[in-house]
Every structure is written in structure tokens, then in C-alpha cells.
């Protein structure tokens, strides 16, 4: 399940500029909604991969030249750029008890935030629940594998000196570990133990600090609408929506 998001900042009376269309439309069937400050298209052909979102940047695919250019893309890190290997239910479970988990998940049927869910709980509470899904973090380490496609999309962004972030809700050894174990490096990376985490804007606030570029000039990826797309929506109330087959993509 892939996603990607960026931020862009149009004004109300943003219009489809018509060579946009005659020239994009008919190949690549894209079907314009408007959405208040935003315009919509969904293309019907699906990103079902890192190595299909690879080749469609790499495509000889050339739109109008944008006001502001991409300087930066932050990914998430599980399921996005490796292969999940999480049981996220279990590790609920494990948490909060079966009874618990049931209701809680008939409550967000989007998905459950346990990160957020426990933080409400007592100190010594919160401590067995954080041991609790560092044991299921750390067992998914020895499983650990790259997404197909990672790594040319890597050199892609790097022969365009376009930055390259990510920001995960795992823990740190298991960023240093994706780091050492593929030899691939983001900069920053940062983990659950910088705080606030996502979907909190901070973390992508404080890359955009770091990079000194503006939020409007990087790019999201990641697997989770609530996590990954409602962190650009802090940030602006502009972009367009891409639902595919394995995921939901957010593109300016």
C-alpha cells in the first residue's frame, strides 16, 4: 500500500489551465474534481508499488513547469519502504486485551492510533505497553526486507539532488538497522522517540527547518491516510486525491 502526498498552496480561483488538459487528459484519464481550494484528479492507473510510483517519476511524463519545484521527499518506513511484517493486530491484542481491542476497533474502524490510545494511561501502565510493542517491533527486525524498487528510486531522487527524509512511528534501532542492513540513508530520519510523532506536523516541520525549504517544496510517501495524509492536511488545506487498488495517493 503505497501513498504519497505534497503540499501546494492555490488560491480560490485556481482554474485547469486548458493545455493541461488537451495535452494530459486523453493519455493519462484523469477525471478533475473540485474541492474547495483544491483540485482533484484520480488516474486510473494505480501505484501498487514503490517500483511503480519509480517509474512513473521516471517517465518521460512532463507537466506544465510547477511555480515552486520539489526539493525534498520524506517517507514513512513500514510498508512503504520495506515490506510489512508487523502483526499490528496481535501486537493490539497484546496490548490492550481482547475485550478492549474489540471495542476500541468498532470505535475507529479506520484504524487504531495505539500510540495515541495509551497516552492517556498511568506511567507504569504506558511503560508495559511500550515493552509490549517494542518486543513486536523488534521480532519484525529479524524479518526486516527492502521494498522492491527502493533503491533505484533512491538514485532517481539523488541524480536529481532532490533530499531524501523519512519519518516513522518505529523505534530508532529499527531505523538504524534499515540504514546499516541496505546501506541506504535518509536524512533526517526520524523515529518515535522524536516527539510529537506523526500524524502531529512537527516532525515534517522539523525536516523542512533542517532542509531550508519550504513545506510546499516536499513530498510525502507512506502507506497510512490517517498517518501520512492527515500530516500534509495540518499543513494546508490544497492538494488532490489518488485512490488506487492497494492505496490512496495524495498529489499537488
Known amino acids: ?9 492555490h488560491s480560490l480561483s485556481l482554474q485547469i489551465p486548458s493545455h493541461f488538459l488537451s495535452k494530459y487528459q486523453n493519455h493519462h484519464k484523469f477525471m478533475p474534481l473540485f474541492l474547495s481550494k483544491s483540485f482533484l484528479f484520480l488516474p486510473t492507473r ?3 508499488s514503490i517500483s511503480n510510483f519509480t517509474s512513473y517519476m521516471m517517465s518521460s511524463f512532463s507537466p506544465p513547469k510547477p511555480k515552486t519545484r520539489l526539493r525534498g521527499v520524506v517517507f514513512d ?10 502483526d499490528f493486530p496481535a501486537m493490539y491484542r497484546a ?11 468498532a470505535e475507529n474502524p479506520t484504524g487504531i492510533d495505539i500510540l495515541h490510545h495509551i497516552e492517556s494511561w498511568s506511567p507504569d501502565l504506558q511503560r508495559h505497553a511500550y515493552q509490549t510493542i517494542a518486543d513486536f517491533e523488534r521480532q519484525g527486525l529479524d524479518r526486516l526486507q527492502i521494498m522492491p524498487g527502493t533503491a533505484q528510486l533512491c538514485g532517481f531522487l539523488d541524480s536529481k ?10 523505534i530508532k534501532e529499527a531505523v538504524d538497522l534499515f540504514h546499516n542492513q541496505f546501506g541506504i540513508t535518509f536524512s533526517p530520519a526520524l523515529s518515535r522517540e522524536f516527539r510529537p510523532y506523526k500524524p502531529d506536523p512537527g516532525p515534517l516541520l522539523h525536516i ?9 517544496e516536499v513530498m510525502m510517501v507512506g502507506d497510512s491516510l490517517k498517518d501520512d495524509v492527515r500530516l500534509m492536511l495540518f499543513l494546508t488545506h490544497s492538494g488532490s486525491l489518488r485512490k488506487t487498488s492497494r492505496s490512496i495517493h495524495m498529489l499537488a
Open 1 to 9: 500500500m503505497l501513498l504519497c502526498s505534497t503540499l501546494s498552496h
Open 46 to 48: 494505480p501505484f501498487s
Open 77 to 86: 518506513m513500514d510498508g512503504t519502504l520495506t515490506v510489512p511484517v508487523i
Open 95 to 105: 496490548v490492550l486485551g481482547e475485550d478492549e481491542y474489540k471495542r476500541v476497533k
Open 161 to 170: 539532488k532532490i533530499r531524501r527524509g523519512l519519518i516513522t512511528r518505529n
Open 208 to 216: 523542512c527547518s533542517t532542509w531550508e525549504v519550504q513545506p510546499n
